[in-house]
């Protein structure tokens, strides 16, 4: 790999076979799998930011084939995770089925580390998105666009950048949509000069801590540990508003001094003056919304261009998760690529219409009536065993599980928001 600077390039950009448009997950995970399995095409990268740090955590129940190809990457893995309220707890727990995160920034050393070892990748770094636009008008029409970031949308869609706050978004020229329900929140890094969790504490994840609804609408705090004397918290928001980073960070910041408050009083001993600090770690702001004229969509290649990450759908709305279904995409496309058969990417549909179409209504349920948010993810824990939790959101559940989840709704909110859909969607065909 050879990391170039502005208007350098180690061949000409006609001589590229495969040309990847953003750096993020999404296109990462593809070119770490074209490397592993020794392609021998030229590929160019071409990133907007200056360097990689880290600002994210993904995280999720992961298949053994989702984390092919992703060994060396450091990991934490969880055996148990828990749902909390007010007057509630319950806790899952499964060897079998462990709840896994990844820090960005270890992805994005290893990975950069991998692509190191390969003379057929070139890494183009602080690029903008008008100089991508002028340098594709002089690729060969046999390579292949990987477009992660909307360049070659018509009109142009810019992704909606997940990792900036909604100021910044704006001035880089990404969507600032805030309609409809977004998933808002801001990590901070807790460390501290005393322990913070036993050995056995280590393996549980707090996915969804003190789960309330405020004027801002549902909330909870989402901890991870992830050494004896560290953790990742995060208040996270569901929610119509434009949050600021600073109130995330606050909420975060309270939110992990009452946690470790609260465990100060189980076992004086081991917290007893025990300092803690903050670093702002991370920040997310995630769309919640299905589009229903593309709930439908599969994203094939047109033209010699493959979309891929956020643009393409790899954010499910439900949940926020992507991780495991970009990792499904990287597969799907680097086999394409390799394989000299194929001439058209099969279309492709990271979630089916089904699955969609309940997220839109479990949307809309807790857009509406957010006061009912807690009761509605301690019935799906309640309901489900850690398996089938486990299982249902890597999307590899079947009917059984689904009707589970259904009938452990209350059945009124839901009745509601889906009337509200099939009104909503009679109004858009009228017009």
């Not at 448009?21 to 074209?34: E, M, N, V």
């Not at 393409?312 to 058969?341: D, H, T």
Request: charged share 15%; net charge neutral; glycine share 6%.
């Amino acid at each position: 790999m050879t990391v170039l600077g502005p208007c350098m390039y180690n061949r000409p950009i006609s001589q590229y076979g495969v040309i990847v448009l953003g750096g993020g997950c999404a296109g990462l995970s593809l070119i770490r799998k074209l490397v592993q399995q020794n392609f021998d095409i030229p590929i160019l990268l071409l990133e907007q930011r200056t360097q990689y740090t880290h600002d994210r955590t993904w995280s999720g129940w992961f298949s053994t084939e989702q984390l092919q190809g992703l060994e060396t990457i450091p990991k934490h893995t969880y055996t148990s995770w828990s749902f909390t309220s007010a007057s509630k707890k319950i806790l899952h727990t499964s060897e079998e089925h462990a709840y896994c995160s990844i820090a960005s920034g270890d992805f994005y050393t290893d990975t950069l580390a991998l692509l190191e070892q390969s003379p057929m990748v070139d890494v183009h770094l602080d690029i903008a998105l008008d100089d991508i636009e002028h340098l594709l008008a002089n690729k060969s029409e046999q390579t292949v666009l990987i477009d992660t970031i909307g360049v070659t949308q018509k009109p142009h869609k810019r992704e909606v950048d997940t990792r900036t706050t909604y100021q910044q978004s704006k001035s880089r020229g990404m969507s600032t949509d805030c309609e409809g329900l977004w998933q808002r929140f801001a990590g901070v890094t807790v460390s501290a000069n005393q322990p913070l969790f036993t050995p056995d504490e280590l393996k549980q994840a707090a996915l969804m801590h003190d789960m309330q609804s405020n004027e801002h609408g549902f909330c909870f705090n989402y901890i991870l540990p992830l050494t004896q004397y560290t953790a990742l918290v995060e208040t996270t928001f569901f929610t119509t508003e434009a949050l600021s980073a600073v109130y995330l960070q606050k909420q975060s910041i309270a939110a992990a001094k009452d946690f470790f408050a609260a465990n100060t009083d189980v076992n004086t001993a081991r917290h007893h003056a025990c300092a803690l600090t903050f670093t702002v770690s991370e920040e997310g702001h995630l769309p919640m919304q299905v589009n229903p004229d593309k709930s439908s969509m599969a994203y094939a290649s047109t033209s010699g261009i493959i979309l891929g990450g956020t643009i393409a759908g790899a954010l499910r709305p439900s949940s926020g998760y992507a991780f495991a279904s970009i990792q499904n995409w990287a597969k799907k496309v680097a086999e394409f690529l390799v394989s000299e058969n194929s001439q058209v990417f099969e279309p492709y549909q990271h979630y089916s219409r089904i699955t969609l179409y309940l997220d839109r209504i479990f949307l809309a349920a807790l857009s509406r009536y957010s006061t009912i948010a807690p009761q509605l993810f301690l019935s799906m824990a309640t309901t489900l065993s850690a398996k089938q939790f486990a299982l249902f959101m890597n999307h590899q559940a079947g009917l059984l599980v689904w009707l589970k989840v259904i009938w452990a709704m209350p059945k009124r909110p839901f009745m509601k928001a889906w009337w509200s859909i099939g009104r909503k969607k009679d109004t858009l065909n009228a017009e």
